[in-house]
Structures are given as structure tokens and as C-alpha cells.
């Protein structure tokens, strides 16, 4: 068989297909990723506001007003927390669905290579038969 091209299989257009599905699924991946990373910044932010002490000498409403914000701080905290704790289960469940599509990606591409291997072996049957018949008539001629 000619080097450099290999023959097409009845299973390209799904490993073609699976390899797009897998493509996105990594995208989505990177995707929640970025989202946790983001969430978890915010939560680092969050903390860092809401252990500042903003009190300070002045009157009863002043200390209330900082009482206030910090009460608002600290929920901010909460909200950051959950936020992030949303964003890491959707990374995990994105590892998830990409590690199950990559298997199956896998699967297909090793599938794919054996059946190129067969196609490849029985083309290279079919010439040397060819090569060998061919020689055969020309000795029969002589």
C-alpha cells in the first residue's frame, strides 16, 4: 500500500463526532474552572473584608454603621462560600462528563486504528496476491 494515506473506515464520521463532543466537553471544563477560580478569589476578597476591623473612636451611630457593615460582610462571606462551594461541584461534575467522553473518544480512536490496521493488511494481501499472480502468468508465458 501507498505510504502516507491511510484508508477511511466506517467509523470516522463517530470518532470525528466523539472527538467534537469530547472538544466541547474540555471546553466546558476550562469553563468551570475559570468560574471556581473566579468564586474562589471572590471568597478570598470577601474574607479579607469582612476581618477588617473598621471600627474606630466616634460616635454610638458611627459604631453602628460599622456594625452594620460588617454584619453585611459577613454574609457576603456565606454568599461567597456557597458560591464557591457551586462552582467546585461543577468543576467535579465537568471532570466527570469530560472523563466519560474521553473513555469513549479512546475506545472509538483504538477501534478506529484496528480496523485502519485490518484494511490496511488486507490491501497489502491483495497486492502481493496481485504481485504474485502476476508474476505466475508472466513464468507461465515464457
Known sequence: ???GM???TRLDPAVKLQEHREENSLHDLAKASRAAAEADETLRVAHARARHDHRQVGTAADWQLAEHAHT???????VAERSAKTATQAVGASRSVYTTIHAKAEALRRLQLTRREDAIRAIDASER???????????AVR
Request: glycine content about 0%; charged content about 40%; proline content about 4%.
Open 6 to 8: 491511510s484508508p477511511r
Open 72 to 78: 453585611r460582610a459577613l454574609a457576603d462571606v456565606a
Open 129 to 139: 496476491k496481485s504481485s504474485e499472480d502476476l508474476f505466475l502468468m508472466r513464468r
Open 1 to 3: 500500500m501507498k505510504t
